[in-house]
């Protein structure tokens, strides 16, 4: 019973995805169903006492550790959300990542993402020579600018979006970039041989559900 409730609900969403992917949804209409969205979420979230809250917390945590190491959204196969046109890549200039603004001086979304870039390498203690690997690099704005910033150093992406590979392989090209290379694989499921001196995991970590099972992954080794 359920199952088939799960299946007339996954076809349900499919058919919303498409119709907003064809514009056949008004923008006031997906306004209104991210509201829901988001309500729903913040009500389940939110508890009245702080012990409920922490219970809530601890019961999540437990439930996560149980699980795949993702799921089916997120591999290689069904991830469909990243998949962005080649003209849409274009305009966005691989900006997905964070920004960092750190005062007035700051204005615009370019110099924000160069200064956030700047502060993982600090935190990193990255130095020119360092092996590198970024898993779910996204359209690339980090391995791009670690590429340009440590000539000498080898940048490893991994991603399960090819629109994104085909873009940062054509960024490399224009740039005369010979130091990066882009793996299109599930970060789940991927044997990587070689071992890395630094591994960033930026805004992949939100799909992964066993934390665990995934930093037992890529532990030293
Ligand atoms: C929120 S974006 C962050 C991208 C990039 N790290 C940044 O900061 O701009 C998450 C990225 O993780 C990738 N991703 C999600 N699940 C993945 C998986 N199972 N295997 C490989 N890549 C995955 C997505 O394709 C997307 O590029």
């Known amino acids: ?120 390498c600090e935190r990193a203690g990255l130095k020119d020579g360092h092996s590198i690997l970024d898993l779910g690099c996204g359209a690339g704005l980090l391995v791009l600018h670690l590429a340009k910033k440590y000539i000498k150093s080898k940048i490893t992406g991994v991603t399960n979006t090819s629109s994104h590979k085909e873009y940062i392989l054509e960024q490399c090209k224009n740039l005369n970039l010979s130091n990066v290379e882009i793996i299109l694989a599930d970060v789940t499921t991927v044997d990587i041989e070689s071992t890395f001196d630094r591994v960033f995991v930026i805004g992949l970590i939100e799909h992964m559900k066993n934390f665990e099972l995934f930093l037992r992954k890529y532990q030293n080794g």
């Open 1 to 120: 019973m359920s199952t088939t409730m799960d299946a007339t609900k996954i076809s349900q969403q499919d058919d919303l995805w498409k119709n907003m992917e064809l514009g056949l949804i008004s923008d006031e209409e997906v306004r209104r169903l991210m509201k829901i969205g988001i309500q729903k979420r913040i009500k389940w979230g939110t508890k009245p006492t702080q012990q409920e809250q922490l219970a809530q917390l601890l019961d999540f945590n437990k439930s996560l550790r149980g699980m795949k190491m993702a799921t089916e959204i997120d591999t290689l196969e069904n991830h469909k959300i990243y998949e962005t046109p080649d003209s849409f890549n274009q305009i966005l200039g691989g900006k997905e990542s964070a920004g960092l603004f750190t005062d007035e001086t700051t204005t615009t979304i370019e110099e924000a993402n160069t200064k956030m870039m700047d502060l993982y």
